[in-house]
């Protein structure tokens, strides 16, 4: 059984910036891509960030330029570093990690983490 924890939401004002963490119970590098998803209030869930094992990146561009996905292989930890948030990026963020493409694909969940950015 996959394991992913998050943690780091909070409030926040616009400008500012938040690190968050998922911590997986096992090597990172074990799935073939892992990233972050976020669902606003009254929206679907959308990709914010992931990240291949070979490193790749991809962003929405909401995000590009602001935010930047991470992993600490040691830690089996993933990052997501949010910077100049804006109120529009509130939302309660999930780690997602997956296996396998397309109709194989299995995906693992977090429990989720709530950002809000307010004045």
């Known amino acids: 059984q996959v394991q992913l924890v998050e943690s780091g939401g909070g409030l926040v004002q616009p400008g500012g910036s938040l690190r968050l963490s998922c911590a997986a119970s096992?090597?990172?590098?074990?799935?073939?891509?892992v990233g972050w998803y976020r669902q606003g209030p009254g929206k679907q869930r959308e990709l914010v960030a992931t990240?291949?094992?070979?490193?790749?990146?991809n962003y929405v561009d909401s995000v590009k330029g602001r935010f930047a996905v991470s992993r600490d292989n040691a830690k089996n930890t993933l990052y997501l570093q949010m910077d100049n948030l804006k109120p529009e990026d509130t939302a309660v963020y999930y780690c997602?990690?997956?296996?396998?493409?397309?109709?194989?694909?299995?995906?693992?969940w977090g429990q989720g983490t709530q950002v809000t950015v307010s004045s």
């Open positions: 997602n990690a997956a296996r396998g493409w397309g109709s194989y694909r299995q995906d693992y």
């Open positions: 096992r090597s990172i590098f074990s799935f073939d891509s």
């Open positions: 990240l291949s094992s070979g490193g790749s990146t």
